[in-house]
C-alpha cells in the first residue's frame, strides 16, 4: 500500500511549477511537504490526488498508475482537503461529514454509512456540534469537521493542503494532535503541505522539501532539522534549538 511519485512536470504557460519530481510516500506516518512560496507544494498534491494531470511522470497508487484506474476507487482509497473549503450550501456537521460517504453510497445512506460518520464526529469530538450549521462554527471546529468528512470516506491516504490556515495555535495544535492520532492509531497515511517547520518537526515522521518546483531534500526529521539543510530550502540561516525533545527552528532577528 503505498504512493510513488515518478518524475512528475507541471507547467503553467512558460513557467515549471513541478520540474521531475519522484519521491515515495511511507505507509503509515505522517509525511510534511515544506519549502518557501511557490515551491510546487500543492501542485504536487494536487497531482498525486488526480485533481491536476502532470504533463510528464505519473503517480503510482499501490503499484497501479493513478490514470488507469476509475474516480470512484480512488475516491475509496484516497482523500484529498485542498487549501480552501468553499460549500455553497448550508449545511450541518453531520451533512458535511455524510459527504465523505459518497463514493460507497451515493447519496443513498445505508447503516453502515451512518457508523462511519458517527465514528467520524466522535473521533474528532464534534458530537456537541453535530446539529449546528457549518457556517456557525469556529475555525478550529469547521476544519476538524472538514476532516472528519475525510475520516468518514474511510481512505488509507489523507491528503491536506495547508489544514492549519487561518488557525491559531490551539486550535493548529489540536489539528495536529488529531492528525498524530489518525496515523498512530488507526495506521493512515497522511501527507500534509505545511508552512510552519516548527509543526512539520514535531509532528511529522517524514519530511520532503521543496524549492522552484524542485525536490531539494527529503528524510526523517532529524535529517532535515538541521542548520544547513534549512539554510539550503529557505535561504535564510536558521538555528536549531533542542526543547522538550524537539528540534525547534528558530529564524528570527
Known sequence: MTIEIHNISKSYGNKKVVDSVSVSIPQGKITSFIGPNGAGKSTVLAIMSRLLSPEQGEVRLNNIP???????????????????????LRLTVEELVA??????????????????????????????????????????????????????????????DEPLN?????????????????????????????????????????????????????GSVDEIMQTPVLEQIYDMSINIEHIQQQKIAVYFR
Not at 475509496?76 to 455553497?88: A, E, M, P, T, V
Not at 459518497?102 to 467520524?120: C, E, H, M, Q, W
Not at 509532528?203 to 521543496?210: E, G, P, R, T, V
Open 99 to 160: 459527504f465523505g460517504r459518497f463514493p460507497y453510497s451515493k447519496g443513498n445512506l445505508t447503516k453502515n454509512d451512518r457508523t462511519f460518520i458517527d465514528n467520524a464526529i466522535g473521533y474528532m469530538n464534534l458530537d456537541a456540534f453535530r446539529h449546528q450549521y457549518i457556517d456557525q462554527l469556529s475555525g478550529g471546529q469547521r476544519q476538524r469537521a472538514y476532516i472528519a468528512m475525510t475520516l468518514a470516506q474511510d481512505t488509507d491516504y489523507i491528503l491536506l
Open 66 to 88: 493513478l490514470s488507469q484506474q476509475k474516480s470512484c476507487e480512488i475516491a475509496k482509497q484516497l482523500s484529498i482537503l485542498k487549501q480552501s473549503n468553499h460549500i455553497n
Open 166 to 218: 487561518n488557525l491559531d495555535m490551539k486550535h493548529s495544535v489540536q489539528i495536529m494532535q488529531v492528525l498524530r492520532k489518525l496515523a498512530s492509531e488507526l495506521q493512515k497515511t497522511i501527507v500534509i503541505v505545511i508552512h510552519d517547520i516548527n509543526f512539520a518537526s514535531c509532528y511529522s515522521d517524514y519530511i520532503i522539501a521543496m524549492k522552484n518546483g524542485r525536490l531539494v531534500q527529503q
